[in-house]
Antibody, heavy 120, light 112 residues
Framework: EVQLVESGGALVQPGGSLRISCAAS????????MDWVRQAPGKGLEWVGH??????????YYAASVKGRFTVSRDDSENSVYLQMNSLKTEDTAVYFCVRDSMYGARDYWGQGTLVTVSS | DIVMTQTPLSLSVTPGQPASISCKSSQPLLSSDGKTLFYWYLQKPGQPPQLLIY???KRFSGVPDRFSGSGSGTDFTLKISRVEAEDVGVYYCMHALHFPLTFGGGTKVEIK
């Protein structure tokens, strides 16, 4: 069974930093691209970032709203993907979902999400 | 960026009746390998989104056959042949043609 479990969400002050994690199981993690998608309270879905796998040198892509502040990384030995968030703003407050890329474009499995609140 | 526009914003449906949701993309979603990279998701209350339909019309594993997807180019439709109580939630369309991935604004489906 594919499982994605996010952790590390917290209350952070504006300008602060936070790293959230996603532990994967039930599939060959190293074969899959991974994404982060967020959802602000009561709002829709916003794609945040993407990381490829070893064959494409772990290429990353980011939404314009987070580029230069957020970094996606992965550790295939730990079956984990991470989102390092710096210079956090109040508008970054959201539930952050870890999402698997099926390798045919579909983001097919989502974690339950972790809440990041940016507030003073 | 590709803009995904969903209509309607909300639907109230009697159980057993059909429902239809439309999504339009600001540009065609046909990839170089001939696939149309368009998807439908359902987010039930308090849950993460779940994949319903991929590549316009293919049902994901475990998705009931009352859900069907159609369309091409820039116009896509999700149909539920007979709505059931468990189908309530917010439906989102999404493209994966290139980055950034973008989602429609969502269509909230309620039961009358």
């Amino acid at each position: 069974e594919v499982q994605l479990v996010e952790s590390g969400g917290a209350l952070v002050q504006p300008g602060g930093s936070l790293r959230i994690s996603c532990a994967a199981s039930g599939f060959t993690f190293s074969d899959h691209y991974m994404d982060w998608v967020r959802q602000a309270p009561g709002k829709g879905l916003e794609w945040v970032g993407h990381i490829g796998h070893k064959a494409d040198s772990y290429t990353t892509y980011y939404a314009a709203s987070v580029k230069g502040r957020f970094t996606v990384s992965r550790d295939d030995s730990e079956n984990s993907v991470y989102l390092q968030m710096n210079s956090l703003k109040t508008e970054d407050t959201a539930v952050y979902f870890c999402v698997r890329d099926s390798m045919y474009g579909a983001r097919d499995y989502w974690g339950q999400g972790t809440l990041v609140t940016v507030s003073s | 960026d590709i803009v995904m526009t969903q209509t309607p914003l909300s639907l109230s449906v009697t159980p057993g009746q059909p429902a239809s949701i439309s999504c339009k993309s600001s540009q065609p979603l046909l990839s170089s390998d001939g696939k149309t990279l368009f998807y439908w998701y359902l987010q039930k209350p308090g849950q993460p989104p779940q994949l319903l339909i991929y590549e316009v019309s293919k049902r994901f594993s475990g998705v009931p056959d009352r859900f069907s997807g159609s369309g091409s180019g820039t116009d896509f439709t999700l149909k539920i042949s007979r709505v059931e109580a468990e189908d309530v939630g917010v439906y989102y369309c999404m493209h994966a043609l290139h980055f950034p991935l973008t989602f429609g604004g969502g269509t909230k489906v309620e039961i009358k």
